[in-house]
């Protein structure tokens, strides 16, 4: 158990309640229930923490107790309040239902969710051959004793060879192995911010990089991405006035925008980082998977002299998340203090993963060619999809990575996507991957899913924003200026 929520705390999260899609026709006490639960599946009211006696939820939405009474009678009832008389009442989720570290819960055998709050891909086939492959080669590490804190040194090779052939020279040394990207910039981030420091994002960005910076206690800024990326000279701006401790970057096929950062820009970053003291994070998760043939620009390291850039990527976008291994590109000094923070932290990543990565990267030209196929074929179906169903929104088409960013006809992200789960959607609504709340008129969408998947997630999603419509247009209208 995490904590309370008083009743004003509630019913301010509550917003519009009573005036959720679908639920025109339905009392009050399930409309209530309904955006409780609302609130549970997009992570803003957190698991386990006690909810307001009856009496205050009641007095603070200005409603009858009766009606809060039946809301937790039916909360209880769908397994996701949990009360002990005399105690109060705890919010959970429904048995097959586990939590996800960010807070977000995922399905353990929900097969009927088609969930777009994810944005990887299945494995691919060639998974378990690397993996039996790897139990064979196990026997050259068993006389160790499985420590390796920057990571064995085949898939340090392995990883440098690959920054090599992307123009960046890389020898192992500057190489080290973590458990996933996300473990990756974690490091990073204990390595060079002191808590409190200062750090530049793009907006919107990574959620959970934002949380990652959360544990920091960052001092957050951001630079706006424009509909078409990164404003070069508002970001060089903000760099230089801001001169934050740390800048982090996605620069290929940003995430959640899908934008490629042109080489020019790239230059330029590196200069304006190096000129203000300013470290930069580059995020590389997506580099792997540009489409339609689109060339990539150097790497942003290629145009660092002052060991100012710091990479890190990983395996789980081009080929699968549950193996857990991604990597920090950096000088070979800063990979050693890195190693000693790890041992702080988790020593070292698993020894057998390590050679499952090993034998996918051996055939990686293979392996990553047939992702970019199955990713364009997907992305084209989203998005046939959406200009069927939804024509109003705006996409760009994104030339690489996992997901589009949807502008939609109005400030309903978080409504739709509480709406959607009830129709078996998952969804991560914009606000997710900005700082404050905003966002409310964007939505990602990835096209990690079987085409046929997303087409139908499409067509649910479609049917549900057009209820949002007949519960009252003018709910979602912009507030007019008043001058
Ligand atoms: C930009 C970015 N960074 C990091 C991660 C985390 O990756 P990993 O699974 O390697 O920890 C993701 C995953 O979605 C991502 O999109």
Redesign the pocket.
């Known amino acids: 158990m995490t904590g309370q929520v008083r009743g004003v705390q509630l019913a301010r999260l509550l917003g519009q309640w009573h005036a959720l899609p679908g639920r025109r026709r339905s009392p009050d006490y399930a409309a209530l229930a309904g955006t409780v639960r609302g609130l549970l599946a997009d992570g803003r009211l957190p698991l386990g923490v006690r909810l307001p006696a009856e009496r205050e939820l009641a007095e603070a939405l200005r409603i009858s107790r009766t009606t809060v009474t039946a809301a937790y009678r039916q909360l209880r009832e769908t397994g996701h309040l949990a009360s002990r008389r005399g105690a109060g009442s705890w919010t959970m989720l429904p048995g097959n239902h586990r939590v996800a570290s960010t807070g977000l819960w995922t399905p353990l055998d929900d097969r009927e969710m088609l969930d777009l709050g994810?944005?990887?891909l299945a494995a691919p086939p060639q998974l378990l051959t690397a993996a039996r492959a790897a139990v064979e080669d196990l026997p050259r590490y068993l006389g160790g004793a499985g420590y390796h804190p920057t990571g064995i040194i085949e898939l340090r090779e392995a990883v440098a060879d690959a920054y090599a052939a992307r123009g960046l020279p890389t020898s192992a040394d500057q190489i080290m192995v973590t458990?996933?990207?996300?473990?990756?910039?974690d490091l990073v981030l204990r390595l060079a911010l002191a808590p409190g420091g200062s750090v530049l994002v793009e907006s919107p960005?990574?959620p959970?990089?934002l949380a990652a910076l959360a544990g920091r206690r960052a001092r957050i800024t951001t630079h706006g991405l424009a509909a078409d990326g990164w404003e070069p000279d508002l970001l060089l701006g903000s760099l230089r006035q801001t001169r934050p401790k740390l800048a982090y970057l996605?620069p290929e096929f940003?995430?959640p925008t899908g934008h490629l950062m042109p080489a020019a820009l790239r230059e330029r970053v590196v200069a304006a980082a190096h000129a203000v003291g300013t470290d930069l994070v580059i995020?590389e998760?997506?580099v792997d998977l540009p489409l339609d043939g689109t060339e990539l620009p150097p790497p942003v390291g290629v145009y660092d002299r002052h060991s100012r850039v710091i990479s890190?990527?990983?395996?789980?976008?081009p080929y699968w998340?549950g193996l857990?291994?991604?990597w920090v590109r950096a000088s070979a000094p800063q990979v050693q203090r890195l190693a000693a923070v790890r041992v702080g932290v988790d020593m070292a990543s698993p020894v057998l993963d390590q050679l499952v990565a090993v034998h996918l990267l051996a055939d990686a030209d293979a392996i990553v060619a047939e992702r970019r196929v199955q990713l364009a074929v997907q992305r084209d179906a989203l998005l046939g999809a959406l200009a069927q169903r939804l024509p109003d929104w705006r996409v760009t088409v994104p030339r690489g990575g996992?997901?589009l960013w949807a502008e939609l006809d109005g400030p309903v992200s978080s409504a739709l996507a509480r709406a959607a789960e009830e129709v078996g959607v998952r969804l991560a609504p914009g606000p997710r991957f900005g700082l404050d709340g905003t966002m409310e008129r964007f939505l990602r969408l990835p096209f990690t899913l079987p085409a046929a998947d997303l087409v139908e997630a499409v067509g649910r999603i479609a049917a549900v924003r057009y209820d949002l419509d007949r519960t009252g247009r003018q709910r979602w209208r912009e507030p007019a200026v008043i001058a």
């Not at 458990?179 to 910039?185: C, D, E, P, R």
């Open positions: 994810v944005a990887a458990s996933g990207t996300q473990h990756a910039l960005t990574y959970n990089a996605i940003q995430n995020d998760s997506f890190i990527g990983g395996m789980s976008k998340g857990r291994i991604g996992v997901t």
